[in-house]
């Protein structure tokens, strides 16, 4: 599959301490001069392009508690070639930043939403429940200033939200949002057991049982994740199978992390060190197309490997970004 989709982490760290991502006891992160600065980001963006990818998702950590987060995403869609500009937040920082990311280029959000239930919210993400309104506001103000489509990421954990998911499906249709539902992944932390993972199927069994079909929708092939509209509903809905289905054959997508690691699978422990490249001596825009020219044939030969197959993953997902 060919390569068309960079997500980028502009940050290890956040505002938030989700359970299943950044643990409380978190206390190290990338020192700043570690990080790719954002002109080196553009210059990375730039040499993807050459070889054909024409979509960047910012990511984290939270990319929003970035300083001037907003030049980043004007650089990168300002490129030529580049034809979407994408971020996925937990939306704290949303409300006041929405229309300023607008206007620099960002087309659409996801923001990251696992209980509709403010004490609940508290509990997953390790902060004070009246974040859980501030997020709601960043989603209406999202919709407001226009950026299309926003959409919601909803980790699934047993005994946690799994009672939730008819809730997620009026949210869905209230606001006009689709609601992805997105399997517990066994990355870093050991928040992910066998008891609170729930498989996709299962989710999809509940909905049409209790909802309606499940109508598939035109974007069904970008991604793993597979969009339909519920039968009977105005709720759209989206599935992460990341664990349960293999999806490697249609990955189109690398990472950058944030100290300038190109990582070529979520769940393989390759990475690229483009950071010594671009702050080298010898450093030209022509072999940095070079190298991750040859790295996107290397990926190739890791696709094929599930995620719970590989379980080659020792970061922690706020480092890679998701
Ligand atoms: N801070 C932003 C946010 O939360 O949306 C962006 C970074 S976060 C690492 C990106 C996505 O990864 C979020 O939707 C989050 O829910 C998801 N994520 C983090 N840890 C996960 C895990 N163990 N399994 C599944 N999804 C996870
Ligand atoms: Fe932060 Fe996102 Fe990880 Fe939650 S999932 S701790 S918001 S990086």
Redesign the pocket.
């Known amino acids: 599959m060919k390569v068309r989709y960079l997500r980028v982490s502009l940050t290890d760290r ?5 359970k ?3 643990p409380n006891g978190v206390k190290e992160f990338i020192p700043h001069e570690e990080i790719l600065k954002y002109e080196e980001i553009v210059e990375v963006v730039k040499a993807f392009t050459v070889l054909g990818v024409d979509s960047v998702r910012f990511t ?3 990319p929003l508690v970035r300083r001037k987060v907003e030049e980043v995403v004007r650089g990168v869609s300002e490129l030529p070639f580049i034809k979407d500009v994408s971020l996925t937040t ?1 939306g704290f920082f949303l409300k006041e930043k929405a229309k300023s990311l607008k206007e620099a280029g960002l087309k659409r959000v996801n923001v ?1 939403l696992d209980t509709l239930n403010p004490e609940k919210f508290s509990y997953i ?1 390790g902060t004070d429940p009246s974040s859980f309104y501030r997020v709601v506001e960043g989603i209406e103000e999202a919709l407001s200033v226009g950026l299309s489509p926003v959409k919601v990421n909803t980790v699934l954990i047993k005994g946690f939200n799994d009672s939730e998911i008819g809730d997620f499906i009026k949210f869905s249709e209230l606001y006009g949002v689709e609601v992805r539902f997105i399997e517990l992944m066994p990355v870093g932390g050991k928040f992910f057991s066998h008891e609170n993972f729930i498989p996709i199927s299962k989710v999809k069994d509940y909905i049409r049982e209790n909802f309606g079909e499940l109508i598939p929708t035109t974007s069904y092939k970008k991604g793993p994740a597979k969009s339909f509209l519920v039968e009977g509903t105005k709720a759209k809905v989206g599935f992460i199978p990341s664990v349960s289905e293999h999806f490697c054959d249609s990955c189109n997508r690398v990472r950058l992390t944030s100290d300038g690691k190109l990582r070529l699978c979520l769940m393989s422990d390759r990475e690229l060190d483009l950071k010594v490249l671009l702050r080298s001596a010898s450093y030209s825009f022509e072999k940095l197309v070079s190298v991750l020219k040859e790295a996107l044939i290397l990926k190739r030969g890791i696709n094929g490997i599930s995620a719970l197959e590989s379980l080659g993953c020792s970061r922690k ?2 480092t890679i970004g ?1």
């Open positions: 956040c505002n938030f301490r989700c299943y991502c950044m984290g950590g939270e937990n990251s993400t997902m706020f998701g």
